[in-house]
């Protein structure tokens, strides 16, 4: 699976209300060229789960201060700056959004213990889908 790719946003705005449509948060995963553990999260976690219909997950380069970004509120920005907005400093951050920009579970940041993230990721979805409705 190595080299699959999450989707990247020209909008968060049009993600967030594509994944609302379907009952679903939308799930940002903050990332870094040459992160291992970004990889793993995408590759082993988040890549599966949007190929099976069980996510609407995109991904958002930390660095990336060249690229147009329409944030939720409908603002222009950047990847770069919009991960700084969060104050999500380290990669892989998982962040999990309803349509109006709100989080809505605690964000998963890092990888302390890859055995159980899928379960720490379960519990987060879990969490968000509950405060989405």
Request: aromatic content about 6%.
């Amino acid at each position: 699976m190595a080299g699959e790719h999450l989707p990247t946003p020209r909008s968060l705005r049009a993600a967030a209300q594509t994944a609302a449509a379907r009952g679903e948060p939308l799930v940002v995963m903050t990332s870094l060229a040459g992160c291992v553990y970004c990889d793993l999260v995408r590759n082993s976690h988040l890549v599966p789960m949007l190929r099976r219909g069980e996510v609407v997950a995109v991904q958002i380069d930390v660095r990336d201060r060249q690229s147009v970004l329409q944030g939720f509120a409908g603002e222009t920005t950047h990847p770069a700056d919009m991960a700084s907005a969060w104050k999500a400093r380290f990669t892989p951050t998982v962040l999990f959004f309803g349509p109006d920009g709100r989080e809505l579970a605690e964000r998963l940041v890092g990888v302390a213990v890859p055995d159980f993230y899928g379960e720490y990721l379960d519990a987060r979805l879990a969490e968000a889908r509950r405060r989405l409705r």
